[in-house]
């Protein structure tokens, strides 16, 4: 990562090149990309790039602080422009039809999408709506993203992001060829909108988005859309009406899949390496276990009780600190209070994610009933001394409550290591909640035997804390099971 600070009369800029995924080529960039930059008074040359990141798509971010009193907006292209719905996308750009490079067929190549203004604003908006509902963002956006399209020369021309602060707050623009892979638009777009969220209380500097969270995120849509994430443009008329096609999965494929196939294949990365990405890990087949490692990694952060809001915290604490790790750990403080916490914890997920076969979960329905079962104890009751002993089902807390220390202790590891198996087989909408019911049942255990180790005098007081923590936190999970209860088993 590079970064540059300069004045131009009362209007100071930062500049900062950040790789969405490192770039394919490092080709000059086009006429039209340096009047660009020149409107949005960039200072100084550019710097060159690190040779790790010599072998994939680069996308250049250009961030600067506009002091001036003066109201002041990026210098908008010829042409008309077409808004999103929500009116937070700009988009310029004209189809000028015989300027593609001969390489660029978008008849063979169906990786590749021929950018329209007005389609391009419905992209936009799914996409930001896609990425709000992995986050659990609702708060308004404030910064618009204005997005030029320019004459595509290669399949992987530099893209350009510049953002800018302004009198009224930050704002963004994205300098995009007409021609781009799926892949590179939903990614550059991601990178956008995280900005845009991060800025919003952001002073003079602009946050810095780390590249496991865009590659992760970015990753986590593709893999999830339905419908189409990109709106591509029609390749047909029948009767004066333009038609294209769509192919729809009726299947709804887990969104980890393609990264469990990958992590199974291939060893995962490290949190190190998942932070600070070597060159070799971004380039080729150890760029697809990167980003895998990415989705897995944002998966599990999200699938934490408060992971979206740690998240959210984490990106608006961004503009405040030069290392993302801070902002981080401050945010997530409640699951990980040092770093150490965190390779802990990621190592465990890798563990459990490797090792099971999603090809072999049980469905939705039948994982409720195997998990509704794991959190009840098998007994035997006795209605009179002479009576056969009749078979019930005690549940977590009646354990808790009322069993014995030994036995007690017991039971409640047994339990543990029950809903540990339980894990690799259950439906993924269930995993987080089986994780949240162990880590109970774990730190009850825990918290016991610390309050054994108290003095005798203060023992009464301090036993009935854990007891009253654990009982508690069971009932609120109770509760979230029975939410995520099938309305039906298949028949």
Request: charged share 25%.
């Amino acid at each position: 990562m590079t970064r540059k600070g300069g004045y131009v009369g009362k209007r100071r800029w930062w500049r900062v090149a950040l790789p969405v995924s490192p770039p394919r080529s490092l080709r000059d960039r086009t006429q039209q990309h340096r009047d660009a930059l020149r409107s949005a008074r960039s200072v100084a040359t550019i710097p060159s790039v690190p040779a790790l990141l010599a072998s994939a798509l680069c996308v250049w971010i250009f961030i600067g602080c506009g002091l001036a009193a003066a109201q002041f907006q990026f210098p908008a292209p010829e042409g008309d422009a077409a808004r999103s719905r929500s009116g937070q996308f700009i988009i310029y750009g004209a189809n000028i039809p015989g300027l593609f490079a001969p390489a660029l067929d978008l008849g063979t190549n169906v990786n590749l999408i021929r950018l329209q203004p007005a389609l391009l604003t419905v992209s936009c908006e799914r996409i930001k709506e896609m990425l709000w509902h992995e986050l659990g963002a609702t708060a308004p956006w404030r910064g618009k993203i204005y997005i030029t399209v320019f004459a595509a020369q290669t399949a992987d021309d530099t893209i350009t992001v510049t953002a800018g602060r302004f009198k009224d707050g930050w704002q963004y623009r994205l300098d995009l060829p007409d021609v781009i892979e799926r892949t590179r638009l939903v990614r550059v777009l991601v990178q956008a909108l995280l900005l845009e969220l991060a800025n919003r209380n952001a002073g003079e500097r602009s946050a810095e988005i780390p590249l496991w969270l865009s590659e992760g995120l970015t990753r986590q849509l593709l893999a999830s859309s339905v419908p189409e994430l990109v709106v591509r443009p029609p390749r047909g008329t029948v009767n004066g009406l333009n038609l294209s096609a769509a192919l729809v999965n009726a299947r709804k494929d887990n969104p980890l899949e393609k990264a469990h196939e990958q992590l199974r294949a291939n060893p995962p990365l490290t949190f190190e390496e998942l932070s600070w990405p070597t060159a070799e890990a971004l380039v080729g087949e150890a760029a697809e276990s990167y980003r895998s490692s990415a989705q897995l990694f944002v998966s599990e952060l999200l699938r934490l009780k408060q992971g979206r809001a740690c998240l959210r915290g984490m990106l608006t604490e961004l503009p405040q600190h030069y290392n993302w790790q801070f902002a981080f750990l401050h945010a997530f403080r409640a699951y990980f209070p040092r770093q150490l916490e965190v390779e802990k914890w990621w190592a465990l997920q890798l563990v459990h994610f490797t090792g099971r076969d999603l090809g072999q979960t049980w469905p939705l329905w039948e994982s409720w009933q195997k998990l509704d079962q794991t959190l009840h104890a098998a007994v035997q009751v006795r209605p009179g001394t002479n009576d056969l002993p009749l078979h019930a089902a005690a549940p977590l807390q009646t354990i808790i409550r009322e069993w014995d220390a030994a036995r007690q202790t017991v039971a409640v590891q047994e339990k543990a290591r029950e809903l540990e198996w339980l894990r690799l087989r259950v439906a993924p909408e269930l995993v987080g909640l089986v994780d949240e019911y162990r880590r109970t049942l774990e730190k009850y255990l825990q918290d016991r035997e610390k309050t054994n180790s108290k003095l005798a005098r203060r023992r009464a007081v301090t036993q009935r804390r854990p007891t009253e923590e654990a009982l508690k936190r069971l009932d609120a999970l109770d509760a979230q099971r029975e939410a995520l209860r099938p309305a039906a088993s298949p028949s």
